[in-house]
């Protein structure tokens, strides 16, 4: 744990796990609210956005392709809304046309442009690239005083610690509003609760921690984020405020279990290189919803509870 | 350099692509239809994705042996295997967790994916490995294609397209009505399972064409598309078929006419253009239908109003049904009825009245229950009913400038 793990593993390991972070908050409501796949479908929307966003400034700046891919998001809902209304189509398939066919064109816009200057191509989008985050200008743990050190962090640690920060104050502030809109739709609206304004917010926030995530673990590996550490936390409580701490120890656990095996556990095996340390992630998050699956408290279906209590 | 490669002019490999990409594209858009109308769609994005580990797995276990880890058949067996295994975990966790069928599709889909992708970079850092092009998987690759993996794709299509010609009578009942197949002593789930597994097939020939990532949407967007044309079921597997077919061979023969354009990304941009023309021109259902319709109605609701304003002998301001009522030779262009707009408005004053009588009347309560101020009653009575009626009403009323 020296000047090695500092350079090389500090900075990917903070991006990971406030990634996991980031993406769990939201994540809890979609579960919630049967949305699940809603993040499914915002995550690989979010590819379009940043290309178009690339090739309209021609740069990586942040801002843009926040944009971007916020605005692909809105796109993406507003077709699946309007598709589905207009061809009286099931929301699913709708959806599934929209993020295919969103997706696909993203890829072959990818595809066609020259990117080869700045770190955006197809694998990347797909899986991230966790691992070349490095810090190079650290020289040990003393750099974290170190002013000019710190300068050169990757920007996509500031860029990830700022979504998560946002993501956590828009889930804190709008806590109640959310929890009633979740659960209860029609009596949220009976309180004057905006719940279609509230409902649009959510998936802002979903497409904001997907946009930062995807440096990190690309747009297929974020659904894993979204779903398995709040579906994990589904199984061990009732109770939301319980269920989204229970989701936030599980995306940590995930994000520093995942890069820890990914980094060292070939190594440990006799092997000498690293695998895909957002893969790990992913893996670690679908063990941890395995195992809770199987084993937590409260895994059965409403249903069977209800049956099974009524027979004691 | 298109038109070659739509007429199968470059070359052998290409045009067995072309041709296989088109049976798969058939047999997905068919098979997209039954999950579709079983409301299962998704489910094969969570299939699609869980191949991955199957092909890095069966790789390693290749190569293990001291084969040739690139064995297409040897692939696609091992990405048979793990879809499967992602099937029955989304079964597993729907049916047995408190968690809905859509979070476990995702988290199938994208643990699986995840541990693939682990599975991948292990394979980079064999030494057999590094030239494995299994990257290509994911967004379909066809460029390069070995002869005998071409054969696999056309004949693997080919098989697809003949399980679904040969089970599409107990599927169609299925999908349709589900709870006449019940009666009928089909096995509701059998079926389901079948066509999760036809489904399956689709996947596994589609992974070097279309690619994981993608393939899903040629089980979707054709169904989806159909839909926009028809209300019957039989049509629509039919129709899906010719756009799945459609957009897979076209898109196949874009790609081979230009280096570096994939191939995955492009049957799918095809179909979603046959999707957006469905959704904008279907009879129906389109957004042109609907726009027409709309301007119709309108037009009819303001004649009519128009009429009966005449009627009163009140001249007409609003724009709109002025323009129309002159444009019919009904009105003067001050909003004054002219001889023809007077006979007119007598009509529909007197259908009016005589709707007005039918109401009253218990004898004509289901046809009055028509009423919606644009229809002409004569659509709705029998002369000698409406003779009866005018009866009652009495001479009609004559409409004087």
Request: hydrophobic letters at 55%; aromatic letters at 6%; proline letters at 4%.
């Amino acid at each position: 744990m020296g000047a090695d793990f500092v350079v090389l593993s500090l900075v990917p390991l903070l991006i990971g796990t406030l990634a996991a972070v980031a993406c769990a908050l939201p994540g809890n409501f979609l579960l919630l609210r049967r949305q699940a796949l809603i993040g499914d479908a915002i995550s690989h929307v979010v590819l379009p956005g940043i290309v178009v966003a690339f090739l309209i400034t021609s740069s990586v700046n942040s801002w843009a392709m926040l944009l971007g891919a916020g605005a692909a998001a809105i796109v993406a809902v507003a077709l699946i809304e309007g598709i589905s209304r207009l061809g009286r189509i099931e929301p699913g398939a709708a959806m599934g046309v929209v993020f295919t066919a969103m997706f696909a064109g993203g890829v072959l816009l990818l595809e066609m442009s020259d990117t080869s200057a700045v770190h955006l191509d197809v694998e990347h989008a797909l899986y991230g690239n966790l691992e070349s985050l490095i810090w190079i200008e650290a020289t040990g743990w003393a750099s974290l005083t170190d002013p000019e050190a710190l300068a050169g962090l990757p920007p996509e640690l500031a860029r990830i610690a700022l979504a998560a920060l946002g993501i956590a104050i828009f889930t804190w502030v709008l806590w109640r509003p959310l929890a009633m809109a979740t659960f209860d739709e029609g009596f949220a609206q009976a309180q004057g609760i905006p719940t279609v304004a509230l409902g649009l917010g959510l998936v802002i926030a979903a497409a904001v921690a997907a946009v930062a995530a995807f440096d990190a673990v690309g747009s297929i590996i974020v659904i894993a984020m979204f779903i398995c550490p709040p579906a994990a936390a589904r199984m061990m409580t009732d109770r939301l405020g319980h269920q989204v701490a229970w989701s936030l120890g599980f995306a940590v656990l995930s994000a520093v279990m995942g890069y820890v095996l990914a980094g060292y556990g070939p190594i440990w095996l006799g092997g000498n290189d690293a695998v895909s340390a957002a893969g790990m992630i992913a893996t670690v998050s679908g063990a941890i919803l395995g195992l809770t699956c199987l084993y937590g408290p409260k895994r059965r279906s409403d249903v069977s509870n209800i049956n099974s209590s009524a027979k004691h | 350099m298109l038109f070659e490669a739509l007429t199968f002019q470059l070359g052998y490999n290409a045009t067995l692509v072309a041709l296989g990409a088109a049976l798969l594209g058939i047999s997905a858009g068919a098979t997209g239809t039954f999950l579709f109308l079983r409301k299962r769609a998704l489910v094969s994005d969570a299939i699609s994705h869980a191949t991955l580990p199957g092909i890095g797995l069966a790789f390693i276990v290749m190569v293990a042996f001291g084969g040739d880890g690139r064995n297409l058949a040897g692939l696609l067996l091992g990405s048979a295997l793990s879809a499967g295994l992602g099937l029955l975990a989304v079964q597993w966790i729907s049916a047995r967790t408190r968690l809905g069928e859509d979070a476990a599709i995702g988290a199938v889909l994208s643990v699986f994916f995840g541990a693939g992708i682990v599975l991948l970079t292990v394979i980079q850092t064999m030494d057999s490995g590094r030239q494995a092009g299994l990257e290509g998987f994911l967004l379909g690759a066809t460029a390069g294609m070995l002869l005998s993996d071409a054969l696999v794709i056309a004949i693997g299509g080919a098989a697809a397209l003949a399980l679904v010609v040969l089970f599409r009578r107990p599927m169609t009942l299925a999908a349709f009505d589900p709870g006449y197949a019940v009666a009928q002593g089909m096995n509701l789930q059998r079926i389901d399972l079948a066509t999760m597994g036809l489904a399956l097939g689709v996947t596994i020939i589609g992974l070097k064409v279309v690619g994981l990532i993608l393939i899903v949407a040629l089980l979707i967007i054709p169904a989806v598309s159909a839909r926009f044309w028809t209300d019957r079921s039989d049509r629509m597997v039919v129709l899906a078929g010719v756009f799945g077919g459609l957009s897979g061979y076209v898109g196949a023969a874009i790609s081979a006419s230009a280096p570096a354009l994939p191939t995955g990304p492009l049957i799918v941009l095809v179909a979603a253009a046959l999707f957006g023309a469905s959704l904008l021109i279907a009879p129906g259902r389109g957004v042109l239908a609907a726009l027409i319709r709309h301007v119709g109605y309108r037009r009819q609701v303001h004649l009519r109003q128009g009429l009966l304003t005449l009627a009163q002998g009140l001249p007409i301001y609003e724009n709109y049904t002025l323009r129309l009522l002159t444009r019919a030779g009904l009105a003067r262009p001050d909003g004054v009825a002219t001889e023809a707009g007077r006979a007119e408005a007598a009509k529909a004053l007197r259908d009016e009245a005589r709707w007005a009588m039918a109401r009253q009347l218990q004898a004509h309560e289901a046809a009055s229950a028509l009423y919606d101020g644009l229809r002409p009653i004569a659509t709705v009575l029998t002369a000698d009913e409406i003779a009866e009626i005018d009866a009652r009403l009495g001479p009609p009323k004559q409409v004087t400038a």
